[in-house]
C-alpha cells in the first residue's frame, strides 16, 4: 500500500513555523488607539522549488473609521487620502469586515504551508502592528492569525542590507522599481515591502547564511 503521509511544506522549517505576511496600513494619524485606520493590505508570502521565498497573493481593504475615530488633516494630506471620494466610499468596508477579509487569506495561507501562525512584516513594522492589534481589539476578535508583538522590520533589514531605512531608496536599491506616484496606498506599499523582504532573505540565501544556519540546528 502507499504511504500517505504528509510531506510538510518547506517554508513551514524556514521561520519555527510562521509564515511571513507583509502587512501595511494607511491611517489618520499616528495613534492606533485614537486614529482612523483607512486601507490594510497584507501580503502572503511562498517558498518557489528552490528555497527562494516569492509573493504569494495579495488582499486589500478601504476602510470606514470607527465610531468616534480621530482623523488628522495632515495625515489625508500626506496619504492622499479623500474620505469624501464617492469611489472610496463605495468600496469602504467596516473594520471588522476588511479583518475578516485579511485573515480569511492569511489562515488559509499558513494552513497551506504547515505553518503554525503567521508573523507580520511591515517597514517600521511596530506601526502596522498596533493599528492592527487595535483594530483587532475593537472588533473583539479572539482568534488573530498573527503572532501578537513578534514581527520582521524591513526598515531595519533594509538599513542592514543596503544601508537604507527609506522603502522607496532600499527597493531602489534592491533593483526594485518604485513609483513614488502611487506611495502610500496600503497595497502599493505592500506589495514593495513584500519585494524587497523576499529580495533580502534570497540574498542571506544565496550567500549561505541559511545553510550555515541548518548545519548549526544540525549540530545543535
Given at each position: 500500500?502507499?504511504?500517505?503521509?504528509?510531506?510538510?511544506h518547506?517554508?513551514?522549517?524556514?521561520?519555527?513555523?510562521?509564515?511571513?505576511?507583509?502587512?501595511d496600513?494607511?491611517t489618520?494619524?499616528?495613534?492606533?488607539?485614537?486614529?482612523?485606520?483607512l486601507e490594510i493590505a497584507a501580503?502572503?508570502?511562498?517558498?518557489?522549488?528552490?528555497?527562494?521565498?516569492?509573493?504569494?497573493?495579495?488582499?486589500?481593504?478601504?476602510?470606514?473609521?470607527?465610531e468616534?475615530?480621530?482623523?488628522?488633516q495632515?495625515?489625508?494630506?500626506?496619504?492622499?487620502?479623500?474620505?469624501?471620494?464617492?469611489?472610496?466610499?463605495?468600496?469602504?468596508?467596516?473594520?471588522?469586515?476588511?479583518?475578516?477579509?485579511?485573515?480569511?487569506?492569511?489562515?488559509k495561507?499558513?494552513?497551506?504551508?504547515?505553518?503554525?501562525?503567521?508573523?507580520l512584516?511591515?517597514?517600521n513594522?511596530?506601526?502596522?502592528?498596533?493599528?492592527?492589534?487595535?483594530a483587532?481589539?475593537?472588533c473583539?476578535?479572539?482568534?488573530?492569525?498573527?503572532?501578537?508583538f513578534?514581527s520582521?522590520?524591513?526598515?531595519?533589514?533594509?538599513?542592514?542590507?543596503?544601508?537604507?531605512t527609506?522603502?522607496a531608496?532600499a527597493?531602489?536599491?534592491?533593483?526594485?522599481?518604485?513609483?513614488?506616484?502611487?506611495?502610500?496606498s496600503?497595497?502599493?506599499?505592500?506589495?514593495?515591502?513584500?519585494?524587497?523582504?523576499?529580495?533580502i532573505?534570497?540574498?542571506?540565501?544565496?550567500?549561505?547564511g541559511?545553510?550555515?544556519?541548518?548545519?548549526?540546528?544540525?549540530?545543535?
Amino acid at each position: 500500500m502507499a504511504s500517505t503521509s504528509h510531506v510538510k511544506h518547506p517554508m513551514s522549517g524556514r521561520f519555527r513555523g510562521y509564515l511571513p505576511v507583509v502587512v501595511d496600513v494607511e491611517t489618520a494619524g499616528f495613534n492606533a488607539q485614537t486614529d482612523a485606520l483607512l486601507e490594510i493590505a497584507a501580503t502572503t508570502i511562498t517558498m518557489d522549488e528552490s528555497g527562494m521565498l516569492i509573493p504569494e497573493h495579495t488582499v486589500a481593504c478601504h476602510v470606514e473609521p470607527f465610531e468616534g475615530a480621530n482623523i488628522e488633516q495632515s495625515a489625508l494630506e500626506f496619504t492622499r487620502i479623500d474620505l469624501d471620494n464617492p469611489l472610496r466610499k463605495s468600496m469602504s468596508v467596516p473594520e471588522n469586515e476588511a479583518l475578516s477579509q485579511v485573515f480569511k487569506s492569511v489562515r488559509k495561507s499558513v494552513k497551506s504551508h504547515d505553518c503554525t501562525r503567521a508573523i507580520l512584516v511591515g517597514h517600521n513594522s511596530s506601526f502596522d502592528q498596533g493599528f492592527l492589534n487595535a483594530a483587532v481589539s475593537r472588533c473583539g476578535i479572539k482568534r488573530n492569525p498573527f503572532h501578537p508583538f513578534s514581527s520582521f522590520d524591513t526598515a531595519t533589514l533594509g538599513g542592514m542590507a543596503f544601508g537604507q531605512t527609506v522603502l522607496a531608496r532600499a527597493c531602489k536599491l534592491a533593483g526594485i522599481p518604485f513609483d513614488n506616484d502611487q506611495a502610500h496606498s496600503a497595497r502599493y506599499d505592500t506589495e514593495r515591502t513584500a519585494e524587497l523582504f523576499c529580495s533580502i532573505i534570497n540574498r542571506w540565501k544565496e550567500l549561505g547564511g541559511w545553510a550555515l544556519t541548518e548545519q548549526a540546528l544540525e549540530d545543535d
